[in-house]
């Protein structure tokens, strides 16, 4: 199929094809959704749930584990003057059972539950978070998760083994196609037995080293043949397969991400993952619970960081008084150490209910991944302000020169990807406000629909009469207008009084949306992601909340074990209660500020500006300087067909 083909797809057909993948149903209650409708369930994620005894013995053993071996095995600086993860270095987590850790123990793996799973991320992204991505990318997106969800038994017997030992990547994204699906490219001609595979992927993380792929393609619709984007597992030893480069990046220098040509490429069908045209909502599937890897990285930068901002602040003295004590650096402390406090609670939350099951976390994911990964260059940045000219040095020079060799400038760099990596800040908060304003959809979709009839957007109108009619009532009053609701938080009773009545005027505020700009709204996309974000606050105020009143108790969420797995933990007692204050007294600011903006924006300038400025129209503001760039095209073409660049595939014996 033609490029030209593609560049056309239309707007409606391109939403068509996404929103036919989503997952529409929701079988299982869902704290998020309900958060986004003025209803706040606290019931779902109160009391803290906590892993099982045998859950919790066999991660904090593997934490034990993994801490040592990091340790003493991890050179961090090597990595990032080397560009690479050396190969020993992986053969050695292998060796440990860190590509297996979410694979089942009788396909050969460690059988962690998520919780630890996300637990050990922190631990290997802290040493070098080059080493979390490439944990995540094979175990959150990579072969295992969508063979163990969607796979067959066989599937299952044939390749978790596998990935329980060798590295695998998930090949979706294009030169010219990101979050459209609709425009892919990539092809999976049935012929015989046979799929015959051809494309080219971008930015396939752990690809330049991986043995085994999961791959987007279309099948063309044809006799016998349903069509649709599928998903393909393909073994990297199979010929017409190139790896034409490796790509370099500002931050996590040690990935190994390249480009990957597919020509001819012949794949059996028993590699076919669920059925034809089921490859979009596998990968969305696969991803709602893939994101709770990034909220482990941003977590382990944030806990580095609070520990960096409070060992340097007391040790450097400004005007007669160590820094830290002065207010204009007190207030970066004060933030890096609740932020940092709040991802971990939120990873902690999502990663039990997912390994609880008894609810639907799409939501919860998707806000952990949002809200940790904006909040995570945040405390980084101001990391990095507050050490001042130290913060953007790099380790190494600060070693040479005799001083403690503080990385801070790379974190910076590491922990800006995570705002892009599995969908970018803009396209979560348009996933998320699909997800959240369903309700509305769903009752008023004949009548937001341009092409239905009369009849259809009357019955619709009347549907929708009868909803509201039950709904909005519950908006005008609630527990958060009762002083003495959810006293059993204590001091942290007010935040969630106030977190119940942010809930229903953000729910109000959303119908109010609807009915002011229909169908026009999901073009609305400046009040939709402060809606969001809105929401994402009060999710971490509310996970927060939870955490810190089981923090102050005898035992914390994760029992009487440290962390990082290596002794008993420091018990918080109820300084986790001052924590949980401080951060959502910084949260209801932030809240604030956002329901401000609802209304009060510069959104419909700023679109009118923005078409001008693509016009041309303000072309002169370019001038007077002069282009670094390296001239080439803006999207490198990628017309299928054999490769004719060096194959820079490699294997890790």
């Known amino acids: 199929m033609s490029q030209r083909t593609h560049e056309h797809v239309d707007e409606r057909t391109a939403r068509k094809v996404a929103e036919e993948a989503r997952e529409s149903e929701w079988r299982l209650p869902s704290f998020g959704k309900q958060l986004f409708l003025g209803d706040l369930r606290l019931d779902l994620i109160h009391p803290h749930p906590r892993p099982s005894p045998e859950q919790r013995a066999k991660g ?47 396909y050969g793996g460690l059988g962690l539950s998520q919780l630890y799973y996300g637990r050990a991320l922190m631990v290997a ?71 015959v595979l051809n494309g080219v992927k971008l930015w396939t993380t752990n690809g330049v ?4 792929v999961v791959v987007m393609a279309r099948v063309p619709k044809s006799d016998g043949h349903r069509g ?5 597992i393909v073994d990297m030893a199979t010929p017409g397969i190139t790896v034409e480069n490796r790509n370099a990046f500002m931050g996590l220098r040690g990935i190994e991400n390249g480009v990957t040509r597919f020509h001819d490429v012949r794949v059996p069908k028993a590699n076919l993952i669920g059925a034809e045209g089921a490859g979009l909502k596998i990968a969305l599937t696969t991803l709602n619970t893939g994101r709770l890897s990034l909220p482990a990285i941003c977590a382990a930068g944030g806990k580095w960081a609070a520990g960096v901002a409070r060992q340097w602040s007391r040790e450097r003295v400004q005007w007669g008084r160590p820094v830290g004590e002065h207010e204009a650096v007190a207030t970066k402390i004060a933030f890096i150490a609740a932020t940092a406090y709040a991802m971990e609670a939120m990873l902690d939350l999502s990663g039990q209910l997912a390994d609880d099951e008894r609810n639907d976390i799409r939501i919860e994911a998707a806000l952990a991944k949002l809200w940790s990964s904006e909040m995570a260059c945040r405390v980084a940045d101001e990391l990095v302000q507050l050490r001042g000219g130290r913060g953007y040095e790099t380790a190494e020079s600060l070693a040479a020169r005799g001083e403690r060799g503080v990385p801070a400038e790379q974190l910076l ?78 001091p942290l009773a007010r935040h969630l009084r106030y977190v119940e009545r942010a809930s229903r005027k953000l729910a109000r505020s959303t119908f109010y949306a609807a009915g002011r700009w229909q169908g026009g709204l999901e073009y609305r996309q400046g009040f939709l992601g402060r809606m969001v ?38 018990a918080p007692g109820r300084s986790a209660l001052l924590l949980a204050d401080a951060f959502c007294r910084q949260a209801r600011v932030r809240v604030e500020e956002l329901f401000d903006g609802l209304w009060r924006n510069t959104d419909a300038m700023d679109v009118k500006l923005a078409r001008a400025v693509l016009a041309g129209d303000f072309a002169w503001v370019e001038e007077g300087v002069l282009d670094p760039s390296i001239p080439g095209p803006w999207i490198a073409p990628s017309e299928p067909g054999p490769s004719e660049r060096e194959d820079v595939h490699r294997t890790i014996g």
């Not at 034990?64 to 020993?88: M, T, Y």
């Open 228 to 232: 649709g984007i599928s998903a393909f």
């Open 60 to 106: 904090e053993g593997f934490l034990a584990k993994l801490a040592a071996f990091c340790a003493a095995e991890v050179d961090p600086a090597r990595i990032e003057r080397e560009a690479r993860i050396p190969d020993e270095v992986v053969r050695g987590l292998r060796d440990l059972g860190a590509l297996g850790m979410k694979i089942p123990e009788k």
């Open 413 to 490: 760099r590491d922990l800006r990807i995570n705002r892009i990596f599995e969908g970018s800040s803009e396209i979560m908060h348009l996933l998320i406000a699909r997800e959240a304003v369903d309700a509305h959809l769903s009752v008023a979709g004949d009548i937001i629909d341009p092409d239905a009839s009369t009849g259809r957007k009357a019955r619709a109108a009347a549907k929708a009469g009868g909803f509201y009619a039950r709904w909005l009532p519950t908006l005008v009053t609630g527990a958060g207008h009762r002083p003495n609701a959810y006293a059993e938080f204590g």
């Open 125 to 195: 992204g802290s040493v070098s978070p080059a080493l979390g991505a490439l944990l995540s990318a094979h175990q959150s997106i990579g072969v295992p998760q969508p063979v163990k969800m969607f796979g067959t038994p066989e599937q299952k017997d044939a390749w978790l083994p596998r990935c329980a030992r060798e590295v695998s990547a998930f090949l979706l994204t294009e030169p010219d196609v990101g979050s459209d699906p609709a425009r892919l490219r990539a092809t999976a001609v049935p012929d015989g037995d046979d799929y």
């Open 533 to 570: 974000d809105i929401g994402a606050e009060l999710f971490a105020m509310s996970a927060v909340c939870v955490r810190a009143t089981a923090d102050a108790s005898d035992q914390g969420p994760l029992g009487s074990m440290g962390a990082n797995g290596t002794g008993p933990a420091t």
């Open 209 to 212: 080293v991986a043995d085994l």
